[in-house]
C-alpha cells in the first residue's frame, strides 16, 4: 500500500513537472522554427507570435502547483493523501465556480449600466438579487468544502491549511504581477507615442 501511494505521488509529481515545463519547450520549440520540412500545428498566440497557454492549462499548473505545496506545508500522512486530494479539488472547484459564475454576472451588470438614459432598473435589481443570492450560495458551498477538508486532517493540519490558503493567493497576485511587468517590458516601444 505504501508503495503504490508513494508511486502515485511520484507519477503525479511527475505530471505536475511535465504540465510546468512542457509549455517552455514548446516555446523554445517555437522559437527555433520548424525543422526543414515539418508543418507544426499553431494554437493561440502572443503578441509576440509564439504560441500562448490556454487559461485552463494554466490553472491545471496552478492546481497542481497549490496541491504540492499543500502536501509538503501540511505534511500529510500517506493515508491522508486519498482522501485529502478530491476534497482540495471539490474546494478548488466551488471557489472556481463561483467566481467564474460571478464573474459573468459582473460583465452582465456593467452592460446594463454603461449609459444612464437606457436603464432598465428591473433588470438591474434582478440582477443584483442574482449577484447576492450567488454570494450567499457560493460561501455556503465553499465553507462545505472547507469543512470536508478538514475532516481528514488534524487541528494543526487545518491551521496549517488557513495560513497556506493565504500564501497561495499572495503568490498568485505576485504571478500576475510579475507577468504583466514582463508584459510592459517586453511590448515593443513606439516612438511616435510620448
Known amino acids: 500500500m505504501r508503495n503504490r501511494l508513494l508511486r502515485a505521488r511520484w507519477l503525479l509529481s511527475a ?5 510546468a515545463i512542457g509549455p517552455l519547450a514548446a516555446s523554445a520549440a517555437a522559437q527555433a522554427g520548424p525543422p526543414d520540412g515539418a508543418r507544426r500545428q499553431e494554437g493561440p498566440r502572443n503578441p509576440e507570435g509564439l504560441p500562448g497557454i490556454a487559461p485552463a492549462e494554466i490553472q491545471r499548473m496552478l492546481d497542481g502547483y497549490e ?15 486519498p482522501k485529502f486530494l478530491p476534497r482540495l479539488r471539490a474546494l478548488q472547484d466551488a471557489r472556481r465556480r463561483a467566481q467564474m459564475q460571478r ?15 437606457t436603464l432598465d432598473e428591473a433588470r438591474i435589481k434582478d ?3 442574482t449577484l447576492d443570492d450567488l454570494d450567499a450560495r ?15 486532517l488534524d487541528l494543526y493540519q487545518q ?5 497556506f490558503e493565504a500564501m497561495m493567493e499572495q503568490r498568485k497576485v505576485e504571478l500576475v504581477m510579475r507577468a504583466r511587468q514582463a508584459n510592459r517590458q517586453n511590448r ?6 510620448p
Not at 491551521?159 to 495560513?163: D, E, G, N, T
Not at 515593443?188 to 507615442?193: D, K, T
Request: no cysteine; hydrophobic share 45%.
Open 103 to 117: 464573474i459573468r454576472l459582473i460583465r452582465e451588470l456593467r452592460r446594463m449600466t454603461q449609459s444612464r438614459s
Open 15 to 19: 505530471i505536475v513537472v511535465a504540465a
Open 138 to 152: 457560493s460561501a455556503v458551498e465553499i465553507r462545505q468544502a472547507r469543512e470536508a477538508l478538514d475532516q481528514v
Open 67 to 81: 496541491l504540492m505545496q499543500a502536501q509538503q506545508m501540511l505534511q500529510l500522512e500517506d493515508e491522508q493523501f
Open 188 to 193: 515593443p516601444q513606439n516612438p511616435s507615442i
Open 159 to 163: 491551521a496549517r491549511f488557513r495560513l
Open 127 to 129: 440582477s443584483l438579487k
